[in-house]
């Protein structure tokens, strides 16, 4: 068998193979794409954690309310009503937008808790910021605001809306009552995951209703599932909710017509 150093030779006519040296990388450089790595992970188990909190805020609620709902119909006619009551958080989101940049960052939201006087380590508060930026664009947007309040109204009761707004209360716990119903009237196995064969049950139910075609349900499902893992959470659910409402739809058309 030929040695390496004469099989170079012949691939290159005889010549002596040219060898190339490359450096290691920096420190720096290893660690930067260690955190790369370590990021996704690290979201995923702050998602787990929250999802986990939030379910069983959700399987206590159930237990102690009766249904609000009976039918895919009842939720939607109540969608003029979510837009009319969440309409009014948008001044409370232009007063914790410090820079006015249309986006919550961790400073701002750390702000936030503390006017709501609601108990969060800072880490928890950094967590918090993560799991509700849906879109992963580095900040929390109006929509994204909205479900940060309902969850937090979820999980901390309904001292949360009387500090973003004594004369409002009141109507932001009943449309925040209505919006955690409507996710329980899918979840028909309670446990904070609603699955497609939930949504294509509860659209058919109505035996005096033609039954809804599959792809329109698999296509309700996926708007509603934005990380595609095939479950949706109360925080999709939530976020779609207010787009189908058309309240991002009215914000960003007054963002655009503002000089």
Known sequence: MPSSLHLGRKLTGGAQPTQH??????????????????????????????????????????????????????????????????RDIKDVFDQYDEDSNGTIDNEELRSCMNKLQIQMSEKEIDHVHRYCDIDSRNGI?????????????????????????????????????????????????????????????????????????????????????LDRNGKVNLKEFLFSMIRWAGLDTEDEASNENSP
């Open 141 to 225: 947007q109006f929509q994204e605001f909205v479900v940060l309040l309902c969850l937090m109204y979820l999980l901390f009761g309904p001292d949360v809306t009387r500090r973003v707004s004594e004369f409002e209360s009141a109507k932001l716990n009943y449309i925040f009552d209505e919006l955690i119903d409507a996710f329980l009237f899918f979840d028909k196995d309670g446990d904070g995951k609603m699955k497609r064969k939930d949504v294509t049950k509860r659209m058919n139910e109505a035996s005096h209703q033609e039954r809804t075609p599959s792809h329109i349900t698999a296509q309700l499902f996926k708007e509603m599932d």
């Open 21 to 86: 040296f490359t450096s290691f990388p920096s420190p720096a450089e290893m660690g930067a794409a260690a955190s790369i790595c370590v990021e996704p992970i690290k979201r995923r188990r702050v998602e787990k954690e929250l999802d986990n909190k939030v379910a069983e805020a959700l399987r206590e609620r159930a237990r102690s309310r009766q249904r609000t709902f009976r039918s895919v119909n009842s939720i939607t006619m109540r969608l003029p009503r979510f837009k009319e009551g969440l």
